[in-house]
T-cell receptor, first 114, second 113 residues
């Protein structure tokens, strides 16, 4: 399958700071998805991007679909303690015929110090 | 808000027992998936289904089996649980199409003693 390189692996920040993380791939994606996972829970979809160049916000979160279609970033502004968790990027690739499977980045662990 | 459910949320069981992890979704999605994830680690696809009576093995080899008799239901079974099966199991579903935006259930945390 395709590989997504997600960075950074982990971040330790102070409450109120802005955060930025990104995903890159050697292949073109038609969709970029960003998920957040709290400990012991399933990933929750934060933002879905379907068009190159698209910039989408969800509250304090902003994500962009890179123009080259090989990268995406997620920004969190004015972080708060409940932002703690693991953030995953994901993108679908053709697994056979017209079927798609998601490939996931390895995640960015975010810790926010109050 | 995604309507996908998993039961049980937590399961502690002895070696050799047969277990079934339940997953149901009420969104009418054709595609369903099972992932295995160790704490803080990446997700590994172990099974998927593109519709009723369709099941495929994922990228990570697993001793578990799945069935898809109804659109909304995608149970995972382990015939004989072992300590190496201890992990978090996540179910997901998505609509047909090329965006494959998947929605996840809350997961089942399995511990095999």
């Amino acid at each position: 399958g395709q590989q997504l390189n997600q960075s950074p692996q982990s971040m330790f920040i102070q409450e109120g700071e802005d955060v930025s993380m990104n995903c890159t791939s050697s292949s073109i994606f038609n969709t970029w998805l960003w998920y957040k996972q709290d400990p012991g829970e399933g990933p929750v979809l934060l933002i879905a991007l379907y068009k190159a160049g698209e910039l989408t916000s969800n509250g304090r979160l902003t994500a962009q679909f890179g123009i080259t279609r090989k990268d995406s970033f997620l920004n969190i502004s004015a972080s708060i303690p409940s932002d703690v968790g693991i953030y995953f990027c994901a993108g679908p690739w053709i697994s056979g015929g017209s079927n798609y499977k998601l490939t996931f980045g390895k995640g960015t662990l975010l810790t926010v110090n109050p | 808000e995604a309507d996908i459910y998993q039961t049980p949320r937590y399961l502690v069981i002895g070696t050799g027992k047969k277990i079934t992890l339940e997953c149901s979704q009420t969104m009418g999605h054709d595609k369903m998936y099972w992932y295995q994830q160790d704490p803080g680690m990446e997700l590994h696809l172990i099974h998927y289904s593109y519709g009723v009576n369709s099941t495929e093995k994922g990228d990570l080899s697993s001793e578990s089996t799945v069935s898809r008799i109804r659109t909304e239901h995608f149970p995972l079974t382990l015939e004989s649980a072992r300590p190496s099966h201890t992990s978090q199991y996540l179910c997901a579903s998505s609509e047909s199409g090329d965006t494959d935006t998947q929605y996840f259930g809350p997961g089942t945390r399995l511990t095999v003693l």
